[in-house]
C-alpha cells in the first residue's frame, strides 16, 4: 500500500528531495508549496526537480546532502546519513535535532 | 449496452459497474457527508474529476509530473523483514517514503512508557542510519487508562449505568495521567535525536483523547519549538465520551475535520491528518466522494500541512490486509488533485 501511494503521489523521500520537503514540513510548518519554494530556493533549482530522482542525484551529490547506496553507486567518500543531515541542516537553514545532539553531545567532552 | 467498469468496494473485493453507477455513487457519498456534517456539497466539477478517476479500468493511476506531495508513514515497515531499523532503512531507499516512523507493536503512549530506554535507543540508532527525518509514533489511547487496564474506574461501565458526573470525572484524571505519559515519552525519544512525534488515532476514545493530545501537543511546541508534531486523527468526528470538554474555549465533542484543523493547529502541531472511516457496503467512489468532501472545509482554510490519513479502512483506501494498487493509487490522486493536500 504504501509503494502503491509512493508511485502514484509521494515526492521519493532521499531518493530525490521528499526528505528536505518534510523537514521544512515539520520543523517550519509550511504547506507543500511553500516548502517546495523554500527548498528549491535553497538548492538553487525548480520545484518540478525536486521529485525527479534524475535532477536530485546531481543536485544533492553537489551540495553533500546524502544519496541512496546501491550496489551500482555506492560512494563511501561522499557524505553518509549524520554527514549529510550536518549538511542538510546547513544548507536549508533548519533545526535537526540529531545534528544538534550531535554537536553537543561530542564538543562538550573534547573541551573537558 | 452501457459497459461495465471493474472498480472496488469499501471491503477491496472486486466487482463491475458501469460509469452511471459510479456517478450516482460520487453524488450519494457526497450527498450525505454534507448533510451530516453541514458542509456543502462537491462541485459539478469535483464530481466530474472524480468520475474520470474512477470510471477507468486503468490498474493504476497517479498524479501529473511535479504534483507530488509528501509521505508521512504512521506505523513504518512489517516488523516481518527484520528489526525495526532495517524496516526504516527499507522504507528510505526502496519505497521511497519521506517521512518513516519508529513504532512498537503495542502502540500506545501508555506501554511505550515502561519500554522507553529501549525505544529510544532503536530511534538513536536510527538517526545514526537513516538521512530521512524520523519521527516516533504511538495511539494517545486513552482507554488503557481505564480499568481493568489501568487505575482508573471504567468510564464505559459508569456511563450504561447513570453515573454521568463519575465517567466525567474518570475522563479527566485519565486524560491528566496520558498528558504525563505522552509527555515523558517523547521528551526521551526527542533526547535520543527523534525528528518529530506523532500522536496516531488521535480521538478513538473521544473527546478526552483528543484533549489529551492537544494539551500535549501545547506542552511540547513550548519546549521544543523546532520539533515536528503530526496529530493524526481516528476518525471523521470526535465522539462526545464526556461531551463538556474545550480546548481553548471550544467544545471538542462533535469537531468535524475543519474544527479539528482549527485547534490542532492552535495547539501548536506541524501537520494535522484527518481520518474518514470507510463504508465496507459501498463502492470506493461513495467512500472517496464522502471523503472529500468531509475534509474539504479543512484543506480550504488550513495553514499548517494537511497528510490526510490514506490507509487499510480510511481515506476511500479499502478496509483490507493488502488494500489493492488501484484503489489506493486513485485515492492518492484524488485527495491531491481535488483538496491539493500536502502530503499522506
Redesign the interface.
Known sequence: ????????????????A??L???M???K????KE?KEYVAGKLGCS??DL?DPVAMELIRKENG??L???TSSTQPGEP???E??FN?AEKLD?????VE?FKERTSKFAQA | MEPRIPTRMGDGSLVEMTSSEIKADLEAGTQIAAKKARVPELTQDELDHLLDIYASPAR????D?????????DG?GTKHIGNRVQDLQS???I?????PELWQADYSYKAVKTNVAHEGQSMKIA???????V?YGAMPDLGRYSQPDGPIPNWSELLPMGRIDEARDAQVAACKMLVDDINFVSDAM??A????IDMDTTGAAGDADFLAALTACRMLRERYP???I?IGMASEFVLGMHGQLEFDGKRLAGMWPKEQLEVVTAAGA??YGPAVNINTGKSTAWNIARAITFIKPAAEV????IHVN???GVGG?PTCL??P?DA??RA??AF?EIL?????
Open positions: 500500500m504504501e509503494g502503491a501511494h509512493a508511485q502514484a503521489a509521494g515526492m521519493g523521500g532521499m531518493r530525490a521528499g526528505d520537503v518534510a523537514r514540513q515539520m520543523s510548518r509550511m504547506r507543500l516548502a520545484t518540478r521529485s546532502l546524502g541512496v547506496a546501491m553518509g546519513m549524520m549529510a543531515k542538510i533548519v533545526h535537526i535535532n540529531c545532539q | 493504476f493511476t497517479s498524479v509530473l511535479g504534483d507530488e506531495v509528501v509521505l508521512s508513514n513504518t522504507y528510505e531507499t519505497v521511497g517514503v519521506d517521512m538517526q545514526a542510519l537513516l538521512t530521512n527525518p519521527q526527542i533526547e535525536g527523534a525528528d518529530g523546532w520539533l515536528g503530526e506541524s501537520i488550513a495553514t499548517i500541512p490514506v490507509g487499510m483506501v493488502f488494500p494498487a489506493t493509487s492518492s490522486k491531491v491539493k493536500i500536502d502530503g499522506y
